[in-house]
């Protein structure tokens, strides 16, 4: 679902014959999937919970509102509802199932967007990422349906906390709809806007119609492949298992290939917008209408991501550091921060708004450091402080270092602040972790790094 599509797309051709009324044939709930032989599970979430209740908050972060703060207004793609926490547009139905509903008439809508709390899905060199969910999207066609738009998609890491680096960073529309037609769009959106090597606002894309039942009647399955195995490298589109687009590595410059593949991977999202310039291009003219119905939910049955080969997270895309300086926005995964444009000495970006109980996780190659060094700001209010620690194999793992940091004159006032840490060597997952008696933020971190 592109956070800037503004343009009318020129797709009506493709789907004047297909708005025709269909019937429900009834919802059906199925678990995760067994992992095929050789691959791994890396992520997944079935949905089974009690009825009437928010999915799993260790899961999913929930985004409310008409954007993101600091981003473009109404998401950036001119859709009009106010997206909320409220169970009557987000929540698990009992059944192993969750549903978005949009509620509403004329102008005025309430709807859900779910975004995943990690961040680093990407294949390893040499493999291939599958991202996957069973969804039946909103059971309403013609007229009634005239501005549903739901989607399930991924977006690049990068974007969280910089809202204005799309598309560049990436963005893989693995299912999308709109206006309650029977026909899915695969997108890919990468590059520059307007125009550049995906053609943005519009983004890269195919169409069909569902195998069999129609999309809004039935359950189908959606998938999406990363694979990294193959020279060049390919993404994928799938639905019922069935390829109907498909984009390979020298179909891109480096640059363009480079900005959406080496950043730390991506986060997926699950949405029900409601008008905007994609259902609106398709129709023709504003949605929604007065003839749109409230009420007709996108069911999501899971999502999961698989990678094959060995291991359950796929490693950082690049060997890990051993030494000199690492970027603090290179993580692997993390929670609860974001990013924003530096002004320290090099530029590029800092890891911003950290508070207590966040945390980043990198991959590091160690021998025998002994020191580290961290490269911190902080405007935060007299008294307020924290402890930037470090810690192995988990985010309370045991603490090899820490330092205490308070204010440094501002946000973006940097120093580089020394601590000792026990002696480590090999390979290691190290998680930075901050650790305050205030809830308020307190440091900005730009790099880091571990000496002897």
């Known amino acids: 679902m592109a956070t800037l599509r503004l343009g009318k797309r020129s797709l009506i051709g493709w789907i004047a014959a297909l708005l025709i009324p269909v019937l429900c044939i009834g919802v059906a709930n199925a678990a ?14 079935d949905f089974n919970g009690s009825a009437g209740t928010l999915p799993s908050s260790a899961n999913w972060i929930i985004d409310t509102g008409h954007g993101y703060p600091g981003g473009p207004a109404n998401w950036g793609t001119g859709e009009i509802q106010n997206y909320t926490s409220s169970t009557s547009n987000l929540s698990l139905d009992g059944s192993g199932n969750l549903r978005i509903t949009p509620i509403g008439s004329g102008q005025n809508w309430t709807s859900a967007r779910i975004e995943s709390r990690r961040a680093d899905f990407k294949p390893a060199s040499g493999r291939i990422l599958r991202i996957e969910g069973r969804i039946q999207m909103p059971n309403v066609t013609g007229n009634a ?11 690049g890491a990068p974007y969280r906390g910089n809202y204005w680096n799309w598309p560049g960073i990436g963005e893989f529309d693995i299912m999308e709809n709109v206006n309650g037609i029977n026909q899915v769009w695969a ?3 990468c590059g520059v806007s307007p125009g550049g090597p995906c053609n943005e606002t519009n983004g890269l894309g195919a169409a069909r119609a569902c195998p069999g039942s129609s999309c809004q009647s039935a359950f189908h399955t959606y998938r999406f492949e990363w694979d990294r195995s193959i020279t060049p490298n390919q993404f994928r589109w799938y639905v019922d298992g069935v390829n109907y687009h498909t984009l390979s590595q020298n179909q891109f410059d480096a640059t363009t290939w480079n900005n959406m593949t080496s950043h730390a991977g991506y986060f997926l999202l699950l949405n029900v917008a409601m008008g905007g310039g994609f259902p609106n291009g398709v129709a023709g003219f504003g949605t929604p209408t007065a003839a749109t119905v409230s009420g007709r939910p996108m069911v999501v049955d899971y999502v ?3 990678q094959s080969g060995a291991g359950t997270t796929p490693p950082p895309s690049s060997p890990p550091p051993t ?17 924003e444009t530096t002004t320290d000495s090099g530029g590029g970006q800092n890891v911003a708004y950290i508070s207590n109980g966040d945390w980043l996780r990198y991959s590091v190659d160690f021998t025998g450091e002994t020191q580290f060094n961290a490269r911190v700001a902080s405007g935060a209010a007299g008294g307020v402080s924290g402890l930037v620690q470090v810690r192995l194999g988990s985010p309370t793992g045991t603490v090899i270092g820490q330092m205490s940091v308070g204010n440094t004159g501002g946000w973006q006032s940097w120093r580089t602040v020394p601590a000792n840490i026990s002696a480590v ?16 933020d307190f440091v900005n971190l730009n790099y ?5």
């Open 32 to 45: 995760v999937p067994s992992t095929p032989s050789g691959w791994t599970l890396v992520w997944s979430d």
């Open 145 to 155: 349906a005239l501005g549903y738009w739901p989607a399930f998609w991924a977006l």
């Open 187 to 189: 997108v890919l959106h």
């Open 304 to 306: 999961a991501v698989w």
């Open 323 to 339: 030494g000199g300086v690492i970027q603090a926005e290179s993580y692997n995964a993390q929670q609860g921060t974001q990013l």
């Open 425 to 440: 060597s090999g390979t290691q997952t190290v998680y930075i972790t901050f650790s305050s008696g205030q809830p308020a």
């Open 448 to 452: 880091f790094s571990f000496s002897r």
